[in-house]
């Protein structure tokens, strides 16, 4: 049985940069195991229910399929009926079907559905782990379909899941094999694995969010509750562990998307209000810089969202200039815009004239929309023209130089494209690098809405690119590339 306080703590709310601590001040190497629940503790909210939910679009469940399934769902918050027969139940209605089916739909839902709900706070916590060396895995009721794409998305080899039977033709039996991954099944088989490995449980980690995990926490060294159900809450205090509590994934409410919307629908009064300015002053420009710092201030209030920054004098020591930000979700521009704030131009590919929204902002915001170049100096010169035009207006640009949302949640910055250091080579003004450290807090990557939350900015010096020549172009990539990683490590201090 752990004892009380066994993993560090003394009991109560601990954060994710204590147990970063702990993890880093701990034993180093394979022979510490971390195991991690998935279903409410990897992921926010339940993998079965974006299963359940593909069926139902698939026409896959008739009426009486969606009657027992409310009633089975009943029955467990009930605790009506154990989690195994719930589970049985499920898997019954896979019968007949092939594993190769259930294999690619896993991949779709994660795809589209679950890559969104995985919590970066317990990334954050997987990466300390990984850079001690621990062993890492996965243990879940769910099956091998719901959970595979997870753990090969976040690079956790090992993985214990429920099994259903397939026969020798790969198809689904409509049965569950023993022993299942629940209660005292999961612990038994975590048990296994440590053991396998030549290790303690003493030394084990344990993060979950279930009841049921009770008897598995009591039984590590280092229990860490997640986001815990009432009973393992109870036993946690009672027990002294420390619990972790985070909220940046979950379920769409009325009131995050009441707050978002709110915010972002201010635009169009404010769009108007901007039109009209920039009527009277015959300068797009002026209308731009009333209207779309007013539409920042009033998305980040109705969200919640804060910015907290570093190196704020850099945003305005050199202009014009290229703007340079990691890319992780649909709001970066946006607070990179919320701070750099007047003498923005927007750069956007030639085919977007045709987009009716992209159409109505180049009416308010002054937007070049670029010809891909066929790849000569003149050409490319050419291609460049608008933007040049822009920045000798003294507007400045803003680019993620990674090109698109990185997906990977295991890296830090992804690979950097060129066209932004070419061009601001080819216009002779520097770069400034803004490093977004948790975007992801407030938003997914393809989250359409904000949470309220505290988003990290530090803006780096700017880096001037006088004398550099189109073949140092490549090294020069790198070496402000260097620059995000190298800050994502060691953070800057805020400023007052």
């Given at each position: 049985?752990?004892?009380?306080?066994?993993?560090?703590?003394?009991?109560?709310?601990?954060?994710?940069?204590?147990?970063?601590?702990?993890?880093?001040?701990?034993?180093?190497?394979?022979?510490?195991?971390?195991?991690?629940?998935?279903?409410?503790?990897?992921?926010?909210?339940?993998?079965?229910?974006?299963?359940?939910?593909?069926?139902?679009?698939?026409?896959?469940?008739?009426?009486?399929?969606?009657?027992?399934?409310?009633?089975?769902?009943?029955?467990s918050v009930a605790?009506?009926?154990?989690?195994?027969?719930?589970?049985?139940?499920?898997?019954?209605?896979?019968?007949?079907?092939?594993?190769?089916?259930?294999?690619?739909?896993?991949?779709?839902?994660?795809?589209?559905?679950?890559?969104?709900?995985?919590?970066?706070?317990?990334?954050?916590?997987?990466?300390?782990?990984?850079?001690?060396?621990?062993?890492?895995?996965?243990?879940?009721?769910?099956?091998?379909?719901?959970?595979?794409?997870?753990?090969?998305?976040?690079?956790?080899?090992?993985?214990?899941?429920?099994?259903?039977?397939?026969?020798?033709?790969?198809?689904?039996?409509?049965?569950?094999?023993?022993?299942?991954?629940?209660?005292?099944?999961?612990?038994?088989?975590?048990?296994?694995?440590?053991?396998?490995?030549?290790?303690?449980?003493?030394?084990?980690?344990?993060?979950?969010?279930?009841?049921?995990?009770?008897?598995?926490?009591?039984?590590?060294?280092?229990?860490?509750?997640?986001?815990?159900?009432?009973?393992?809450?109870?036993?946690?205090?009672?027990?002294?562990?420390?619990?972790?509590?985070?909220?940046?994934?979950?379920?769409?409410?009325?009131?995050?998307?009441?707050?978002?919307?709110?915010?972002?629908?201010?635009?169009?009064?404010?769009?108007?209000?901007?039109?009209?300015?920039?009527?009277?002053?015959?300068?797009?420009?002026?209308?731009?810089?009333?209207?779309?710092?007013?539409?920042?201030?009033?998305?980040?209030?109705?969200?919640?969202?804060?910015?907290?920054?570093?190196?704020?004098?850099?945003?305005?020591?050199?202009?014009?200039?290229?703007?340079?930000?990691?890319?992780?979700?649909?709001?970066d521009a946006f607070?990179?815009?919320?701070?750099?704030?007047?003498?923005?131009?927007?750069?956007?590919?030639?085919?977007?004239?045709?987009?009716?929204?992209?159409?109505?902002?180049?009416?308010?915001?002054?937007?070049?929309?670029?010809?891909?170049?066929?790849?000569?100096?003149e050409e490319a010169?050419?291609?460049?023209?608008?933007?040049?035009?822009?920045?000798?207006?003294?507007?400045?640009?803003?680019?993620?130089?990674?090109?698109?949302?990185?997906?990977?949640?295991?890296?830090?910055?992804?690979?950097?494209?060129?066209?932004?250091?070419?061009?601001?080579?080819?216009?002779?003004?520097?770069?400034?690098?803004?490093?977004?450290?948790?975007?992801?807090?407030?938003?997914?990557?393809?989250?359409?809405?904000?949470?309220?939350?505290?988003?990290?900015?530090?803006?780096?010096?700017?880096?001037?690119?006088?004398?550099?020549?189109?073949?140092?172009?490549?090294?020069?990539?790198?070496?402000?590339?260097?620059?995000?990683?190298?800050?994502?490590?060691?953070?800057?201090?805020?400023?007052?």
């Open positions: 049985m752990a004892r009380s306080g066994a993993n560090g703590g003394r009991g109560g709310t601990v954060s994710v940069a204590d147990l970063v601590s702990r993890i880093e001040a701990g034993p180093q190497g394979p022979k510490t195991v971390v195991v991690f629940d998935f279903d409410g503790t990897l992921i926010a909210g339940y993998s079965a229910s974006a299963f359940f939910q593909a069926h139902l679009r698939k026409g896959d469940y008739n009426a009486f399929d969606l009657a027992e399934a409310g009633v089975a769902i009943w029955q605790k009506a009926i154990e989690m195994q027969d719930l589970l049985n139940k499920a898997v019954g209605k896979w019968k007949g079907k092939k594993e190769s089916e259930l294999l690619e739909l896993g991949e779709k839902i994660f795809d589209k559905k679950l890559s969104d709900k995985v919590y970066p706070e317990m990334v954050t916590l997987l990466m300390a782990h990984r850079k001690a060396g621990h062993t890492i895995a996965i243990a879940s009721s769910a099956t091998r379909f719901q959970v595979e794409p997870t753990a090969r998305f976040l690079g956790i080899e090992h993985v214990m899941t429920s099994t259903v039977e397939v026969n020798r033709r790969g198809v689904l039996t409509g049965r569950m094999l023993e022993p299942q991954m629940w209660g005292k099944g999961k612990a038994d088989a975590v048990k296994a694995f440590v053991k396998a490995r030549k290790a303690r449980l003493a030394d084990t980690w344990f993060y979950a969010d279930g009841d049921e995990e009770i008897g598995l926490m009591q039984a590590v060294g280092h229990p860490v509750p997640t986001n815990p159900g009432k009973e393992l809450a109870a036993t946690a205090r009672a027990e002294g562990w420390d619990i972790l509590r985070h909220s940046s994934r979950g379920s769409t409410t009325p009131e995050l998307l009441t707050r978002t919307a709110t915010g972002l629908m201010s635009l169009f009064p404010l769009l108007y209000t901007g039109i009209g300015v920039g009527l009277l002053t015959r300068n797009k420009r002026n209308a731009a810089n009333l209207t779309l710092p007013m539409w920042a201030d009033s998305v980040m209030l109705a969200s919640g969202v804060k910015l907290r920054v570093s190196g704020r004098e850099h945003l305005s020591s050199h202009r014009p200039a290229v703007f340079l930000f990691n890319h992780r979700n649909n709001f607070f990179v815009g919320a701070l750099v704030r007047t003498d923005l131009a927007w750069v956007g590919k030639a085919e977007l004239k045709k987009n009716p929204i992209s159409a109505m902002l180049s009416r308010l915001v002054p937007v070049a929309f670029v010809e891909r170049s066929g790849g000569s100096p010169a050419k291609a460049l023209e608008p933007v040049a035009k822009m920045v000798r207006e003294g507007c400045s640009i803003m680019i993620a130089p990674e090109g698109t949302r990185v997906r990977d949640m295991t890296v830090d910055v992804g690979p950097f494209k060129k066209g932004a250091f070419h061009m601001a080579r080819s216009l002779g003004i520097p770069l400034v690098p803004i490093v977004i450290r948790n975007a992801l807090d407030v938003a997914g990557r393809d989250a359409v809405m904000l949470r309220s939350g505290t988003v990290d900015i530090a803006v780096l010096p700017p880096v001037e690119t006088k004398g550099w020549t189109e073949k140092s172009v490549s090294a020069k990539v790198e070496e402000v590339r260097q620059m995000f990683v190298d800050t994502l490590k060691d953070w800057p201090d805020v400023d007052d």
